[in-house]
């Protein structure tokens, strides 16, 4: 303690040192603002110091006498100096000390104090450390310990604050993470993750208000985290709802209301023991068909009806029972039970949060899902009744971030589900369900492409290749679709072959028909999915798939009827004009005779709303092949179907059309088609705005080609006095 307060006293003594030597240096400044402001400091100095001396002197101070610029006008005498043994300065020695000498005692002072706070750091980034690691463990008592420590050593550094807000709010000391996170705001006042950690710490005092307040400061921090953090708002906003739906619902059966007084009567009767397992499963029946309204489903959250599983003895014994060994009745009660969550979870969040805390659902779904018994019909049951209640949770955001945080292992519920897959052919399209609903969230997506995530999306694929069914189908797509959300994952699909073959199988299997109600969205569905995939880079051997890939959609865009404009045909323009970039000219030459006339018939009726990945598809194909040039001049008003578009609103359709008469402008019968037209005036004014750098180079380049193939187009030039216009902009294209 002695050495810790030695060194508060030396940190103290010089950093007045550096305050006096500041104002010294002020006082010889040739600045005259710069000297009268060091002179008003140094007066402030002097008062302080007479101020503290008169508090300590024993002589009686005059109050009367007057404070002058200088100081107090008058001398201080310290009667107990002798008494104390101290000897008064040498002030001749200290006039004659030579100012580099000072000057180097202060400089080799900071070094040490810089080293000290150095060595501070590291003593306190290794406890953090230690911390960190006890934190993983869910140690968060001596993950506490250790952050404290660490903040003993340094307290300006915010991580350390929020770390140890971080643990107090898991072991629920609430009012301890807030004033963690205040210490961060005095290190950082724009600091995240306090903001963050304050919200959940308001949350758990259940004073909401304020919660949703520091998550707003947050979202002002930080608004490219909106979306996460808007979720946390979510939460609170369920649990104010909660707790509106537990008054009400108190306030119903405190009002005598037969049908609630009768549900807390069944529940009653449930908790009484030594009846046989067939009582509890009629009991949890009974129950089940109690719960109509919110008000019924909260009354039951309040009176503890969602935890049984934990407090009731016959039912936690029928759960606890080994699949092998669990009888019909034991297995009715345990479906009975979950049955009755699941009704419990129906439009009601507060439910879901309650059931998923409650409930020890991820061991109970991997139990299940790898037992060797779902042979046997009651076990059956059982799984299908916990599948039914998993899918509810999963239906709100809330819900699926409940087991995912309570539930850590993401590979664990990836691997029971695709267990389920496997084996319950029944419950597929629910399985799917589930497993689309926690796809959108970020937590499972980033960490389900494990081998635990192969073999699910490997379930995926033998489920729509086994199945007829349109949904089913439909469904696993958008599941692989929100996989591929992260780049992560992307990048593995693309670099898997089995996924484009399987891709291909699809569209084959199941082309849009009138007689298969939703093969339009289902076909929308896997163009979508390979045109994201098609801007990865895709593995070795791709050229052989991805060509038999592009003839199919080739095939496809020629059986659309002219005047249909749908997401199907957009994507499948996208598709195909993906497919050539990454193809090249040997995609380009086996698709263009089905490509470029079924696209130019489609511009020609205009049948698309936004023919932007129309026209990428031609300028995908004049850009590889001269006779994709011969056949839009030969197509009927095919050249007028492009021009047409540079009269677009959107600038990617302008830039496109522009390039695609350039490529066909190298053909002269293209110029001297079009002298009697205003191309030259509209090219003109497409080139001068600057604010479309890509229109206006596309633009200008075709000036100047159809002005090389036709001189006419040059003395058009001249009339409209583009020539200057046409050379500024050629000028920074080659800058």
């Not at 979510?234 to 649990?239: C, D, E, G, K, S």
């Not at 592009?550 to 994507?571: A, F, H, I, N, T």
Request: glycine share 4%; charged share 25%; with cysteine.
């Amino acid at each position: 303690m002695e050495d810790e307060k030695n060194k508060k006293d030396l940190d103290s003594f010089l950093s007045r040192v550096d305050e006096i030597e500041s104002i010294v240096k002020g006082l010889a400044s040739s600045d005259e603002d710069v000297s009268n402001t060091s002179i008003k400091k140094a007066d402030a100095l002097l008062n302080s110091v007479n101020s503290n001396l008169a508090k300590t002197d024993t002589v009686q101070s005059d109050s009367d006498i007057p404070i002058l610029k200088t100081g107090v006008d008058r001398t201080v005498i310290n009667s107990d100096a002798s008494k104390q043994g101290t000897s008064l300065p040498n002030i001749q020695q200290h006039n004659s000390a030579e100012p580099a000498a000072f000057m180097a005692a202060l400089e080799k002072d900071c070094q040490e104090r810089a080293e000290r706070k150095q060595r501070m750091k590291k003593e306190a980034e290794k406890l953090k450390d230690e911390g960190n690691a006890e934190f993983s463990k869910g140690n968060y008592a001596k993950a506490v310990s250790l952050y404290s420590q660490a903040t003993e050593k340094t307290k300006d550094w915010d991580v350390l604050h929020t770390n140890l807000a971080q643990a107090n709010i898991r072991l629920n000391r609430f009012e301890a993470a807030l004033e963690n996170c205040t210490w961060a705001f005095r290190v950082n006042e724009r600091c995240l993750k306090a903001f963050i950690l304050q919200g959940k710490a308001y949350f758990g005092l259940r004073q909401y208000e304020k919660a949703i307040e520091s998550y707003r400061e947050a979202i002002k921090v930080a608004p490219e985290k909106e979306s996460m953090i808007n979720a946390y708002i979510a939460q609170v906003t369920a649990m104010v709802e909660s707790q509106s739906q537990e008054e009400a619902a108190t306030e119903l059966f405190s009002g005598g209301d037969a049908m609630s007084s009768g549900l807390v009567e069944v529940l009653r009767k449930l908790r009484c023991l030594g009846e046989p397992p067939m009582y509890y499963s009629g009991g949890l029946r009974i129950l089940k068909s109690l719960l109509n309204d919110v008000n019924s489903r909260t009354l039951l959250r309040l009176n503890g009806g969602l935890g049984l599983m934990k407090v009731h003895p016959v039912i936690a014994k029928c759960f606890d029972a080994a699949t092998d060994r669990l009888s019909e009745q034991e297995a009715d009660v345990c479906a009975a039970y979950l049955e009755m969550l699941k009704s419990a979870c129906d439009d009601n969040d507060g439910n879901r949060v309650e059931v998923v805390g409650q409930n020890d659902l991820s061991n109970l779904l991997h139990r299940y899902a790898n037992s060797q018994c779902l042979n046997k019909a009651h076990v059956r049951t059982v799984v299908t009744a916990v599948i039914q209640l998993l899918h509810v949770i999963s239906e709100t955001k809330i819900g699926r971030q409940g087991v995912l945080v309570k539930y850590d292992a993401v590979s664990s519920l990836s691997s029971s589900l695709s267990s389920l897959l496997a084996s319950m052919n029944s419950c597929q399209p629910v399985i799917l369900a589930i497993v689309n609903n926690f796809a959108l969230e970020k937590k499972f997506r980033t960490q389900t492409c494990s081998d635990a995530g192969d073999v699910l999306i490997k379930c995926i694929e033998d489920v729509i290749e086994e199945c007829d069914s349109v949904t089913t189908a439909l469904t696993s797509f958008y599941i692989l679709t929100n996989l591929a959300i992260e780049a992560y994952n992307r990048q593995k699909f693309a670099s898997r072959l089995q996924t484009w073959r399987f891709c291909l199988k699809v569209l084959k299997k199941f082309a849009p028909h009138p007689a298969r109600p939703r093969s339009e969205e289902l076909l929308s569905a896997v163009l979508g999915f390979l045109a994201n995939l098609a801007l990865e880079k895709t593995g070795a051997g791709f050229s052989e798939v991805g060509l038999e890939l592009c003839m199919q959609c080739s095939g496809m865009l020629v059986e659309k009827r002219p005047g249909e404009d749908s997401e199907g045909l957009q994507r499948l323009f996208l598709l195909i004009s993906r497919l050539f970039i990454k193809g090249g000219d040997s995609f380009v030459s086996r698709c263009q005779d089905m490509v470029v006339p079924a696209t130019l018939e489609i511009l020609k009726n205009k049948g698309l709303n936004s023919p932007k990945s129309s026209v990428a598809c031609l300028v995908g194909c004049t850009k590889c092949s001269d006779e994709a040039k011969h056949k839009i001049v030969d197509y009927p008003k095919g050249l007028k179907s492009v021009m047409d578009l540079l009269k677009s609103d959107d600038e990617s359709v302008v830039g496109n059309a522009a390039l695609c008469l350039s490529h066909c402008s190298d053909l002269p019968r293209v110029c001297k088609a079009f002298v009697k037209t205003n191309i030259i005036m509209d090219l003109l004014v497409l080139a001068r705005d600057q604010m479309k750098p890509t229109v206006r180079h596309n633009c200008a380049i075709l000036i100047a080609k159809l002005c090389q193939g036709d001189q006419r187009h040059l003395e058009r030039l001249r009339e409209l006095h583009g020539v200057e216009i046409l050379n500024t902009v050629l000028h920074h294209v080659k800058e």
